[in-house]
């Protein structure tokens, strides 16, 4: 089973930038299609952008020209740099990986955005 680590959640205000990072363990990740989840209070958990094994990349139109999906297979890491946040950001963000039948979850990492 891949392990997935994420970090760099926080708290930011309106407007404000943050960068998370995703590190896989594992020999795979290069070939595996790697997404960025969300999920606020009481609502369902919700993909955000996606990037696969090519590079081609994926976001949801809440999040188009705001956020920029990434990878480093050398570093087994994906990134997803947030700029130009809002409160309706706020929300546990989680990495995934999919490669054939293997599903894989990060734990999650909080962003808070408010003033």
């Known amino acids: 089973q891949v392990q997935l680590v994420e970090s760099g959640g926080g708290l930011v205000q309106p407007g404000g930038s943050l960068r998370l990072s995703c590190t896989a363990s594992?020999?795979?990740?290069?070939?595996?299609?790697m997404g960025w989840y969300r999920q606020a209070p009481g609502k369902q958990r919700e993909l955000v952008a996606s990037i696969g094994s090519s590079g081609l990349t994926y976001y949801d139109d809440s999040v188009k020209g705001r956020f920029t999906i990434s990878r480093d297979n050398a570093k087994k890491t994906v990134y997803l740099q947030m700029n130009s946040l809002k409160p309706e950001d706020t929300a546990v963000y989680y990495c995934n990986l999919a490669w054939g039948a293997n599903r894989s979850w990060g734990r999650g990492t909080q962003v808070t955005v408010s003033s």
């Open positions: 594992g020999s795979i990740f290069s070939s595996a299609a």
